[in-house]
């Protein structure tokens, strides 16, 4: 049952009608076994690089692959160390031999990244914008696939989310200039014709690397190097991608629920960058980030969120 401690009774009534209103408005246009994949449109192909590693498969990953990665299964790829449990090999790209062993040092990060670039680059003509999240990041398919749908793919598009407020400070040769970059904790897109421009500097797991280390940027900071010095292309920044970084997103609980639907991303980390103010709909152990709980706020037409949410609603009111 949704404690009391954790919401006031005002937001409490808030959320169940909030609810409500989902399951009232999906039960006049879902049939009882529509397939949430249906939604995604075929047209606009989007190919999902997630960046993990196996020390995190049972305390990030999992979460993932019970809630939005079934929904893109066949375009999402794996950057890991090992082979991961119910991941095809298909989709998994493996870093130890090139990259060593996990660790979050320039030098890793840099390389993983890289590997990003090889599988973007191997499946160019089949997709029209390649994406980066990482493993503690709930993605809202439905909601990314809709705004990228406004965008031409075809133009040069570097879209993410700035952790700073101002951009970064340059003074050493070559390009002294300031620039920006996005996090890629948040999550970051970028168009087909951004990757065929990239080719030059992407196109070995090394020409990636020696560029980090030659500035010493980590990857996300080097890729906006790139983009904005060589190729001239500025960060499109959007406030709807969220990393675990982020101190404010769920501060504000009445902000969040009016506000929750329309986001794309969402970081999470304990013990405070998650929503722990919405309802328990599973047992703690089995949803500790509420990954699974804002899963089925979203897709409510899931026959299991259906379920859990009238389950909650029924145990609410006795």
């Not at 029209?128 to 999240?133: Q, T």
């Not at 749908?149 to 340059?170: E, F, H, M, V």
């Amino acid at each position: 049952m949704f404690s009391l401690n954790y919401c006031s009774y005002r937001n409490y009534l808030l959320l169940i009608l909030l609810c409500s209103i989902f399951i009232y408005y999906n039960s006049l246009r879902q049939t009882k076994n529509f397939d949430v994949t249906t939604e995604i449109s075929n047209s606009n192909r989007i190919i999902y690089a997630v960046r993990t590693g196996s020390r995190f498969y049972q305390k990030r990953l999992v979460y993932l692959l019970q809630t939005w990665i079934p929904l893109v299964n066949k375009d999402t790829f794996f950057i890991t160390d090992k082979l991961l449990p119910n991941i095809s090999q298909d989709h998994t790209i493996l870093t130890e031999k090139a990259c060593g062993s996990d660790a979050h040092s320039m030098s890793n990060l840099c390389c993983k990244t890289a590997h990003d670039f090889l599988v973007f680059h191997h499946y160019i003509s089949e997709y029209n914008w390649f994406c980066h999240f990482d493993d503690d990041q709930y993605v809202n398919v439905n909601k990314l696939n809709e705004y990228l749908s406004t965008l031409d793919s075809n133009k040069p598009y570097y879209i993410g989310r700035t952790s700073w407020p101002n951009a970064l400070q340059r003074s050493k040769e070559p390009f002294p200039s300031p620039f920006w970059f996005a996090t890629l904790g948040a999550g970051v897109c970028l168009s087909k014709q951004t990757i065929h421009l990239l080719k030059p500097y992407t196109q070995t797991t090394s020409d990636f690397v020696d560029g980090c280390i030659r500035e010493n940027y980590h990857d996300d900071i080097y890729l906006g190097f790139l983009l904005s010095a060589y190729l001239n292309i500025t960060l499109t920044k959007t406030d709807r991608f969220h990393s675990h970084l982020e101190k404010s997103f769920y501060s504000n609980k009445q902000t969040f629920l009016r506000t929750f639907t329309n986001q794309i991303t969402f970081g999470f980390r304990t013990p405070d960058r998650y929503p722990y103010f919405l309802p328990q709909f599973y047992r703690s152990h089995l949803d500790p980030y509420r990954m699974r709980t804002l899963h089925c706020l979203l897709y409510t037409q899931i026959n299991e969120c259906q379920t859990k949410i009238h389950q909650h609603l029924f145990n609410s009111t006795k």
